[in-house]
């Protein structure tokens, strides 16, 4: 499968950037927008204007970001506000989307996406003070090696080369109806779960590859509530053991990456970035069509994570420390493929 990303145009002349919005009923209303017009004189939504990012003159009133406060999710360190310190934030490839089938161009010549996946022992769950993280442990050997299979790698489909397993976590809302970053024809779900992968044919370290634009490979799986996500159960009784940020836990015994994808392995995919800070656009994104479930119990664990340490002050300005709201909204997919595959 092929995929493209925007380019500019020759002789394309820079517009405006325009930064806005707010937060209304829970998600993010607003738009970041950066572009330049092509000869035929179309928009190229997200092409970044001429000089660096670090040029560009953005109003930053330190009254709403502190020098030493982190990026967040509350209004004074939330989306919006990102681009003051992480520049890729207004960036051409920048995620999430709304996957919308008007947009999704069928591809029937893809190849079948390979995951082979093994459980994994030696775990360990954080609370990362943006959410919580499973890092995935592996032997500690070359990357090429006989040592292959105690990996999970996924190959195939959209990607040229194998990509490991690094880590897996979750974005979730502080309502049932909310909580995913990508959505669907504009319609969210209750969470998402990112598996995180690396190129380890091109690259030796999970850290080089997220600066490569071909470096990363993250599986998307939205969450609605019903039943326990049994697997996940794992992580989700750990919860009260990674209450503030830093805190961490290891994991008894072994998660299988593979019970936390759908049965079925239609999915879209297309080009884009970290969701998170720096934003890297390193990104080949695989979201899959069929949602698994969540309980309500495990949701509500999530929800009593919190973003500071113990000991600390709360930085956030109106969620009181609460981990709820973790997610970024959908920005412009602009001149890139969107593309639906079935399986």
């Given at each position: 499968?092929?995929?493209?990303t ?16 707010s937060q209304?009923h829970?998600?993010w209303q607003?738009s970041?927008?950066a572009?330049?017009k092509?000869e035929?004189?179309?928009?190229n939504?997200?092409?970044?204007v001429?000089?660096p990012?670090?040029d560009?003159?953005l109003?930053?009133n330190?009254?709403?970001?502190k020098d030493d406060m982190?990026?967040g999710y509350?209004e004074?360190?939330?989306p919006l ?6 520049p890729?934030a207004?960036g ?12 999704a ?13 093994n ?5 360990s769950?954080s609370?990362t003070g ?10 500690t ?7 292959m ?10 990607l040229s ?8 976590h ?8 909310e909580?995913s ?7 969210p779900f ?14 030796d ?18 969450l609605q ?9 794992k992580v ?5 053991k ?10 008894d015994g072994?998660?299988d990456?593979t019970?936390l994808?759908?049965a079925?392995s239609?999915y879209w ?10 934003c ?6 695989i979201?899959?069509?069929?949602p698994?479930?969540?309980?309500q119990?495990?949701l509500e664990?999530m ?5 500071f340490?113990e ?5 956030c300005d109106?969620l009181?420390?609460?981990l709820?709201?973790?997610?970024r909204?959908p920005l412009p997919?602009g001149?890139?493929v ?5 399986e």
């Open positions: 499968m092929s995929c493209v925007s380019r500019e145009g020759p002789g394309a002349a820079p517009v405006a950037v325009d930064v806005g919005g209304k829970g998600r607003g970041v927008r572009g330049r092509d035929s004189g179309g928009n939504v997200f092409d970044l001429d000089g990012l670090s560009l003159s109003d930053c330190c009254n709403v970001w982190e990026w509350a004074n360190n939330g506000t990102w681009h003051r310190k992480y890729l207004l051409p490839r920048q995620s999430p989307v709304d996957l919308r089938g008007s947009d161009r069928p591809d029937t010549t893809a190849r079948p996406l390979h995951r082979r996946y459980p994994q022992a030696g775990c769950l609370n943006y959410g919580w993280k499973v890092q995935i442990s592996g032997p050997a070359p990357r090429k090696d006989d040592l299979f105690w990996f999970s790698e996924l190959s195939g489909g959209p080369s194998r990509y490991r397993l690094e880590q897996f979750m974005h979730w809302g502080g309502y049932d109806n909580g970053e990508h959505t669907v024809d504009g319609q209750a969470g998402e779960l990112h598996l995180v992968h690396w190129n380890c044919d091109k690259y370290s999970f850290g080089e590859a997220a600066a490569q634009p071909d470096g990363l490979a993250v599986l998307g799986v939205f509530v019903g039943q326990p996500l049994k697997e996940l159960e989700t009784s750990l919860m009260g990674i209450t503030h940020k830093g805190a961490h836990v290891d994991i072994e998660l990456p019970n994808l759908p079925k239609s995919t297309y080009l884009g970035s970290l969701t998170t800070p720096p890297n656009e390193s990104v080949t994104w979201v899959f069509k069929e698994l479930t969540i309980s119990d495990q664990t929800r009593s994570l919190r973003c340490s000991g600390e002050e709360c930085p109106n009181n420390g609460v709820v709201k973790n997610f909204p997919l001149n890139r969107l593309r639906e595959c079935a």
